[in-house]
């Protein structure tokens, strides 16, 4: 058995004794496009990465549910029928929300004991919380034989998270950690929940992922200005064109037709929306054909749009930009999530990727005064049971 699974079931038989039935992964994820288009009901493009949550666990008789998280060095416990927010325990809430809605949501399952270790960067952006929910929505899934659709676990992660822990999230977190698919990105229109698995071939280029340090400090204020600003592009719009219900519905022409009763904000915020969608769909066609140097200028330009439309980049995402454009082997540099600062995002050809690391790290070091953390990442299988040739 591979290291890291020996090592889980070796803290599994310490705290609970015997042996776990299953193990499962559940993966972080990175948008490769689709900035601040979710809850315009747009299009996303985000992976499903090679950082996970691993976990093994075993059902137990009566409804007690005991999960154990390595990275916390932790145990939470509580009853499967009688969920309550935990405020010493935080981090449990992901879990206790998943249980919550799971059972809502009409799912049969009894206890569990569950030991959980994640390499997904926690706070990151890369969605290590998304991770978390699906890995106790498939664990428990997998031990009791649960039917239930990529689609609707999402669902209850992502209910878990907004309702029940209290951070307002898309879709796409959860979505595409649940149903992600190797050497694929997922296509997913955030309005009806369709989506496309397009090929993404991870032997030849890797997705780099670079945090520039920084915090996000100013993404809550702004995120709630920017909805703000779209929603009343669409009441604008909407007074003419009855069916745009977001900006989702929205076109070029619709806004250069009537841009004297948009204010310059409200026009720009649009207008990046509508691009960004548009790239979106573009991305379908160029992946579909193999051209990875046009995606990567589709990342390009989602960036630059971004920037100067819709005003999310920072200093610092500027700086890590730039620098990731010009290493070697980039296609594309790109913010990645909400913007403001984070991590951004580049297609680098699999070969050049740790002369790619060595570059980024150095010229970014020498401009901002910190070495950035990267992560160099592969298009993985959303959350499932492991396999034995995968444990092996
Ligand atoms: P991210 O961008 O990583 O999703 P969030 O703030 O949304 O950042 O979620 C991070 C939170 O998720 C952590 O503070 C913790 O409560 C929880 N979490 C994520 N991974 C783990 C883990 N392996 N063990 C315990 N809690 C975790
Ligand atoms: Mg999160």
């Not at 250069?256 to 649009?270: C, N, V």
């Not at 991305?283 to 819709?310: K, P, T």
Request: aromatic share 8%; charged share 25%.
């Amino acid at each position: 058995m591979k290291a890291r699974y020996e090592k889980l079931k070796n803290r599994f038989s310490e705290l609970f004794g015997g042996a776990p039935e299953a193990f499962i992964q559940s993966p972080g994820r990175v948008d490769l496009l689709g900035i601040h288009t979710d809850y315009n009901d747009g299009f996303v493009l985000p992976i499903a990465v090679d950082l996970n949550v691993a976990a093994c666990g075993r059902k137990t008789d009566g409804n007690k549910i005991r999960i154990h998280s390595v990275n916390k060095n932790e145990t939470a416990e509580f009853c499967a029928d009688d969920i309550r927010k935990d405020e010493v325990c935080f981090w449990s809430n992901y879990c206790r929300g998943v249980v919550k809605y799971l059972a809502e949501a009409g799912a049969v399952f009894g206890g569990a004991d569950i030991v959980l270790q994640s390499t997904v960067p926690i706070g990151s952006g890369l969605s290590s919380s998304a991770a978390l929910e699906n890995a106790t929505g498939v664990m428990l899934q997998t031990l009791y034989g649960v039917e239930m659709s990529g689609k609707d676990m999402a669902l209850v992660g992502q209910k878990a998270e907004n309702r029940f822990v209290g951070v307002s999230t898309g879709i796409m977190d959860q979505f595409v950690s649940r149903n992600g698919k190797k050497d694929h990105a997922l296509f997913l229109d955030c309005r009806t929940l369709e989506h496309k698995q397009l090929p993404l071939d991870c032997s030849r280029y890797k997705i780099v992922v670079c945090n520039t340090m920084k915090e996000r400090g100013l993404v809550d204020s702004e995120y709630g200005a920017r909805r703000a600003q779209c929603e009343e592009a669409v009441a604008v719009l909407q007074a003419h064109y009855p069916r745009v219900k977001a900006l989702r519905d929205a076109d070029m022409e619709m806004i250069e037709k009537h841009k004297g009763e948009l204010t310059e904000k409200q026009y720009m915020r649009a207008r990046h929306v509508i691009s960004e969608n548009e790239r979106g769909l573009k991305a379908i066609e160029v992946l579909r054909a193999g051209d990875y140097e046009a995606f990567g200028r589709l990342m390009d330009r989602s960036h630059d749009s971004a920037r100067d439309d819709y005003e999310v980049s920072g200093p610092e995402l500027e700086a890590m930009v730039g620098i990731s454009r010009r290493a070697p082997g980039a296609l594309s540099g790109r913010l990645a999530g909400a913007g403001f600062a984070g991590c951004t995002v580049s297609l680098v050809e699999a070969a050049s990727a740790d002369a790619f690391s060595e570059y980024v790290k150095r010229e970014y070091a020498a401009v901002c005064g910190v070495v950035p953390e990267l992560w160099v990442c592969s298009a993985e299988n959303g959350a499932g049971r492991l396999s034995e040739e995968e444990l092996n």
